[in-house]
Every structure is written in structure tokens, then in C-alpha cells.
């Protein structure tokens, strides 16, 4: 299958500062990304869509000044978590979807662990 | 109500058992959905789509009950390797979002 590389895979910060994570489609186009974040014992919840040269589409309740997510090219989405807070700690998860697949398998990247302080 | 329900289990079983997990989701219009493994601290990786007619992969079974809004997966033979938690995933098949269950926790011991 495709492979999609998460940087970093963890990040430990102090609370107030940001921290952004890549998510990399290594040998295939994305037009799309989808950014997960999964609490401890929780399953994993849509963050927010994000397609190739437009601005992402958040879920309901996600903020989206606090998460900033670029998406400027076909390989390559960030996520910019800002101003962390504790609350923020959690696993977060991107996944791509091949570019023009008819079968529309997302693969996953591995995952970013982000404690906050 | 959630749009996907899991039992979160743990289902805790000797190597070589059978053991099935259930799945309810809530948006009558679904069309696709999956059964997803995660092991502990990585991502999820797709076990196997869930067709209409039902599919067999190896030892895994998935059924799909439309007129119920009913998911299952069988696990047949249950090896040590098995342990993970599974996930029931509905797609919209119009943003191609996955909403995933909480997952069921399966256990297979010695």
C-alpha cells in the first residue's frame, strides 16, 4: 500500500507554545488529508479536511485558529497546533487519499504523540 | 446517539476461539464501511471492506445488515497475533470522511 510518513512521530512542549506536525505522502498524490486526533481509551475523531491549494474544512467544535492546517501541496499537510495547552495532549493521526482513486482507500500515517507540560 | 456503537469490550479469549464483534451505525444512507485494526499506540490499518453479500478474508468474516444498520466481524481460530482493538468505520461517501467507533478490545490469551 501507500505509505504516509508523520514528523515528528512525538513532540513534548511547554504549554503556550505551538508546535506543527508534517504529514507526507511519500510515493503517491493527495488532494486530500484528513487530520484524526484520538484521546487516551478513545477512538479516533475527524479534526479537519484538507485539500490541495484550499483552506481545510473543520468539524464542528474544532477551532480553527488553534489548529492551522496548510495544505500547499499534493505531498505534504501541516498541522500547527497553537498556543498548546494540556488539554491539547493526544495522538494525532493524518491519513491521504489517493488522487483520483475510484477506490478511495485512505492510508494512514503512523501518528504524532504530543504531551503538553 | 452515536454515529457509530461499539461494544468496547475487552473480549478476553484462548488462542484457537471463535469471537464476533457487532457494530450499529445511525446514518440509514451509508453505503461503505470497514473493520479497521489498531494495535496499541500506532495507527489504524485496514483489516477488510464489509460488502452487501458478505466477504471471507482467511480467517475473518464481515457481514453487513443493511435493514438492521448492522456491522459484524468473525474471527475464526483466534491467534496470540489477534490482540488489538477493532474498529467499525462508516465512510461518507460523499467527502469521503471515516466516522470510526470507539472499538472493541480483543484479547487472546495463551
Known amino acids: 500500500g501507500a505509505v504516509v510518513s508523520q514528523h515528528p512521530s512525538w513532540v513534548i512542549c511547554k504549554s503556550g507554545t505551538s508546535v506543527k506536525i508534517e504529514c507526507r505522502s511519500l510515493?503517491?498524490?493527495?488532494?486530500?488529508m484528513f487530520w484524526y486526533r484520538q484521546f487516551p481509551k478513545q477512538s479516533l475523531m475527524l479534526m479537519a479536511t484538507?485539500?490541495?491549494?484550499?483552506?481545510?474544512?473543520?468539524e464542528q467544535g474544532v477551532e480553527k485558529d488553534k489548529f492551522l492546517i496548510n495544505h500547499a501541496s499534493l505531498t505534504l499537510s501541516t498541522l500547527t497546533v497553537t498556543s498548546a495547552h494540556p488539554e491539547d495532549s493526544s495522538f494525532y493521526i493524518c491519513?491521504?487519499?489517493?488522487?483520483?482513486?475510484?477506490?478511495?482507500?485512505?492510508?494512514f500515517g503512523p501518528g504524532t504523540r504530543l504531551t503538553v507540560l | 446517539r452515536k454515529e457509530v456503537e461499539q461494544d468496547p469490550g475487552p473480549f478476553n479469549v484462548p488462542e484457537g476461539a471463535t469471537v464476533a464483534f457487532n457494530c450499529t451505525y445511525s446514518?440509514?444512507?451509508?453505503?461503505?464501511f470497514f473493520w479497521y485494526r489498531q494495535d496499541c499506540r500506532k495507527e489504524p490499518k485496514l483489516l477488510m471492506s464489509?460488502?452487501?453479500s458478505g466477504n471471507e478474508d482467511g480467517r475473518f468474516t464481515a457481514q453487513l445488515n443493511r435493514a438492521s444498520q448492522y456491522i459484524s466481524l468473525l474471527i475464526r481460530d483466534s491467534k496470540l497475533s489477534d490482540s488489538a482493538t477493532y474498529l467499525c468505520?462508516?465512510?461518507?461517501?460523499?467527502?469521503?470522511?471515516?466516522?470510526f467507533g470507539s472499538g472493541t478490545r480483543l484479547l487472546v490469551r495463551p
Open positions: 491519513s491521504a487519499r489517493v488522487s483520483g482513486s475510484g477506490g478511495n482507500e485512505q492510508f
Open positions: 510515493d503517491f498524490q493527495a488532494t486530500t
Open positions: 484538507s485539500n490541495e491549494g484550499s483552506k481545510a474544512t473543520y
Open positions: 446514518n440509514s444512507a451509508s453505503q461503505s
Open positions: 464489509v460488502y452487501s
Open positions: 468505520v462508516v465512510r461518507e461517501d460523499s467527502s469521503y470522511k471515516l466516522i
